[in-house]
């Protein structure tokens, strides 16, 4: 059974058009974690939660938003959608964001957005 | 700033042959190295973790080694099979902030 849920895998939206992507687990992990990926490139880290803390990387663009309203879910919000937003972005989970095993990842099958 | 490098880019090998993918990373300093796998268009799975105080783990015909002191890791793949094709990304995490700094992967074809 899947444990982190991404929804929906592929989105379409209009340049400029606001888009939610959401993510969601079963792991009851405190860590959740949003990547943008673009083609055969690593992923790249956006924002993360540690509970109800939240931690933005210092280039993540303000048009990127995330709430984490309870611990099983997790939203990303794209206020106006450029065409350089078109990628893969990928939802994971970790129990703990310490050193070791606690800190192993958890990924989603990730959402395919598009931006026409 | 911690910067992850996997070599090669893309292999492309026959079914049947023993592998290694590479992957480097610049400040040895590292809490854990996590292999992971990409099919086309979805998400990362988990393949072995690798904690600073332990040279290798191994999973089936997956074997990961860790160097810290040179600051690599590979992934051997025994006998490979063209279910193994597939993108295969390391990611390093170390530093304070404990987030994992990902390579851009290495792209396995292997054909029957």
């Known amino acids: 059974d899947a444990m982190v849920i991404q929804n929906p895998r592929y989105q379409v939206t209009q340049f400029g058009k606001p888009v939610t992507l959401s993510c969601s687990q079963t792991l009851n992990h405190n860590v959740m974690y949003w990547y943008q990926q673009k083609s055969s490139q690593a992923p790249k880290l956006l924002f993360h939660?540690?509970?109800?803390?939240?931690?933005n990387e210092a280039d993540t663009p303000d048009n990127f938003q995330s709430r984490r309203p309870n611990t099983s879910f997790c939203f990303l919000d794209i206020r106006s959608p450029g065409l350089g937003d078109a990628a893969m972005y990928l939802c994971?989970?970790?129990?703990?964001?310490?050193?070791?095993?606690?800190?192993?990842?958890?990924f989603g099958a990730g959402t395919r957005l598009s931006v026409l | 700033k911690q910067e992850v490098t996997q070599i090669p880019a893309a292999l492309s090998v026959p079914e049947g042959e023993n592998l290694v993918l590479n992957c480097s990373f610049t400040?040895?300093?590292?809490?854990?190295l996590q292999w992971f796998r990409q099919d086309p268009g979805k998400g990362l799975t988990s393949l072995l973790l690798i904690q600073s105080s332990q040279r290798e783990q191994t999973s089936g015909r997956l074997n990961a080694s860790l160097d810290k002191s040179s600051g690599r890791s590979t992934l051997y793949i025994a006998a490979s099979q063209p279910g193994d094709s597939a993108t295969y990304l390391c990611a390093v995490q170390s530093g304070g902030s404990y987030i994992p700094t990902f390579g851009r992967g290495t792209s396995l074809i292997v054909h029957p």
């Open positions: 994971a989970t970790s129990r703990d964001n310490r050193g070791g095993a606690k800190n192993i990842q958890y």
């Open positions: 400040d040895s300093a590292i809490y854990n």
């Open positions: 939660y540690y509970d109800k803390d939240f931690n």
